[in-house]
């Protein structure tokens, strides 16, 4: 994990938010007909359903979330400030297109970041909203037995490594990486905190989250066939770069303490 500083540039870098990022350079995919490409064909995001993931929620500071309850939203601890009351996030929901004139807001009223949040691990946050929003929730896993397999993501974030937000919501499939291959990928995945932090991509690259997309949530389905959240968005080096996967924020490890932290928000 990146220190505080470079994960708060990342998210507030102009052009940065999420999802998908694309295995080619920009224009590359445009330039090379695609049975001469010596990279993959682009396999980063499509755009998602209105309705299909009712739990997801952008965030004015340029961040995703999701629904923990109809009034708390679960992103990441490098997308806010620390801890305490503040009105100065506004989460707009129940829409995939973000200027649809359907879209729910709400303001927030107090941030409870992890307790303990360095920079290193740890990063996931609470947000109480002034009000419920009329929508479906994402349960968290609650156990590491869903930390595994393919992975959904979704977010609002950047399309591609330096690309600009997206008004449309995104979704892709990235299977899960193993910590020891994760590790292995050097630079800053070395000190991957493997409690904590969950890796997820293709082994050749080209669909990932991305700048923006942090604090949304990464989810597959339970044994019930329902979606649960696995992770949250937190880091990568680039976006969808062969070898260098997307990082998470492994959920179930932090379920109890997300718990009690919601009941300390009335939640
Ligand atoms: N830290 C980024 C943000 O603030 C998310 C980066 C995710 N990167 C990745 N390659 N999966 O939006």
Same mark, same amino acid.
């Given at each position: 994990m990146r220190n505080i500083l470079q994960q708060v540039k990342r998210a507030t870098a102009v052009g940065a938010?999420?999802?998908?990022?694309?295995?080619?350079l920009p224009g590359t995919a445009l330039a090379a007909p695609a049975d *001469?490409?010596? *990279? +993959?064909?682009?396999?980063?995001?499509?755009?998602?359903?209105?309705?299909?993931?009712?739990?997801?929620?952008r965030l004015s500071m340029g961040c995703g979330g999701a629904l923990y309850t109809q009034d708390?939203?679960?992103?990441?601890?490098?997308?806010?400030?620390?801890?305490?009351?503040? *009105?100065?996030?506004?989460?707009t929901a129940g829409v995939v297109d973000l200027e649809d004139p359907q879209?729910?807001?709400?303001?927030?009223?107090?941030?409870?970041?992890?307790?303990?949040?360095?920079?290193?691990g740890k990063d996931w946050a609470?947000?109480?909203?002034?009000?419920?929003?009329?929508?479906?929730t994402l349960p968290i896993a609650g156990t590491g037995s869903y930390d595994s397999g393919d992975f959904t993501i979704a977010g609002w974030g950047a399309d591609q490594e330096g690309g600009s937000q997206q008004r449309h919501l995104l979704k892709a499939t990235v299977p899960?990486? #193993?910590?020891? *291959?994760?590790?292995?990928?050097?630079?800053?995945?070395?000190?991957?905190? =493997?409690? =904590?932090?969950?890796?997820?991509?293709?082994?050749?690259?080209?669909?990932?989250?991305?700048?923006?997309?942090s604090?949304?949530?990464?989810?597959?389905? #339970? #044994?019930?066939?329902?979606?649960?959240?696995?992770?949250?968005?937190?880091?990568g080096e680039g976006c969808?770069?062969?070898?260098? +996967?997307?990082?998470?924020?492994?959920?179930?490890?932090?379920a109890a303490d997300i718990g009690t932290a919601a009941a300390q928000l009335g939640g």
């Open positions: 938010v999420t999802l998908a990022g694309l295995g080619l *001469t490409r010596t *990279t +993959p064909p682009v396999v980063g995001g499509t755009p998602a359903e209105q309705g299909e993931f009712p739990f997801m929620v708390i939203v679960l992103t990441a601890a490098h997308c806010v400030d620390g801890s305490g009351p503040t *009105t100065d996030i506004t989460a879209a729910l807001t709400a303001t927030s009223t107090e941030v409870l970041q992890a307790p303990g949040y360095n920079g290193t609470l947000i109480k909203l002034d009000k419920a929003l009329d929508l479906p899960f990486i #193993d910590d020891a *291959t994760c590790k292995s990928a050097g630079g800053s995945y070395a000190g991957l905190v =493997e409690e =904590e932090e969950l890796c997820a991509g293709l082994p050749e690259g080209g669909v990932d989250t991305c700048q923006g997309d604090g949304g949530p990464m989810f597959r389905k #339970d #044994d019930a066939g329902r979606w649960i959240q696995v992770g949250i968005v937190s880091w969808a770069r062969p070898g260098k +996967p997307g990082v998470y924020t492994q959920v179930s490890h932090f």
